[in-house]
Nanobody, 127 residues
């Protein structure tokens, strides 16, 4: 087992940008899928982006494609979510997650398939 620690959440105006970070407690992290999810009050948790570590490949939900970018910095052993052109609808608690060892794409998109979760970091988009 290992831990995930998110950071980078903040309040930002519509149209602004934020970069979220996720640091796993194991180094290096490999042979897994990692993902970013979010949950707004009263809504179900939504999968945003997944990253297959061994293949260095990313996939995005339609709601964020073209605005958000998921990436892994191997040197820093840190997963990022770059969020641009933020909207009020993007306000939510954002979570980083990782699967058990996983080989091949595509990465799963359902939260039930992710075994390890961070505590979340709050993003608020408001003028």
């Amino acid at each position: 087992a290992f831990d995930l620690m998110e950071s980078g959440g903040s309040s930002v105006q519509p149209g602004g940008s934020l970069r979220l970070s996720c640091a796993p407690s194991i180094n290096p992290i490999r042979s897994r899928c990692m993902g970013w999810f979010r949950q707004a009050p009263g809504k179900e948790r939504e999968g945003l982006a997944t990253f297959y570590i061994e293949g260095n490949t990313a996939h995005y939900a339609e709601s964020v494609r073209g605005r958000f970018t998921i990436s892994l910095d191997n040197a820093k052993n840190t997963l990022y979510l770059q969020m641009n052109s933020l909207k009020s609808d993007d306000s939510a608690m954002y979570y980083c997650a990782a699967t058990a060892p996983w080989y091949g794409t595509p990465c799963p998109t359902l939260e039930v398939d992710y075994r390890y979760w961070g505590q979340g970091t709050q993003v608020t988009v408001s003028s």
